[in-house]
């Protein structure tokens, strides 16, 4: 049996997850946004409400992660804005340190 030489194996196509991350401090947001892209998450982040509901709305996303500074009231914003572009997208609202980051936004995408 002749094997053909030509013939390309195919190849998986991973698609990263993407992440938007909304924070209250830059210094913050980066160390969060670092993690995620070692863990192999894409991700953007922003520091203002407007221009992450901007972002929400124009582009596919598949979390929201919302840090533990970010005040009440742009939570729920948050919420609600990605709640009236896909009720399935997932909003991971983290409160802590980031040793527990990775496995919030993991189990979240799984549910």
Do not use: C, W
């Not at 399935?88 to 609202?93: A, P, Q, S, W």
């Amino acid at each position: 049996m002749e094997e053909n030489l030509n013939e390309i194996p195919a190849q998986e196509i991973s698609v990263k997850k993407h992440i938007v991350v909304y924070g209250k401090y830059d210094y913050i947001l980066k160390n969060v946004q670092d993690l995620l892209d070692k863990a192999n998450f894409a991700n953007t982040g922003f520091t203002s409400l407007p221009e992450a509901s901007d972002y929400l709305r124009q582009n596919p996303v598949d979390a929201v992660f919302i840090g533990g500074g970010v005040d009440p009231q742009d939570r729920q914003t948050l919420r609600e804005i990605a709640a009236s572009l896909n009720k399935d997208l997932k909003i991971v609202e983290h409160y802590g340190g980031p040793a527990t980051i990775i496995k919030e936004v993991t189990d979240a995408l799984a549910k």
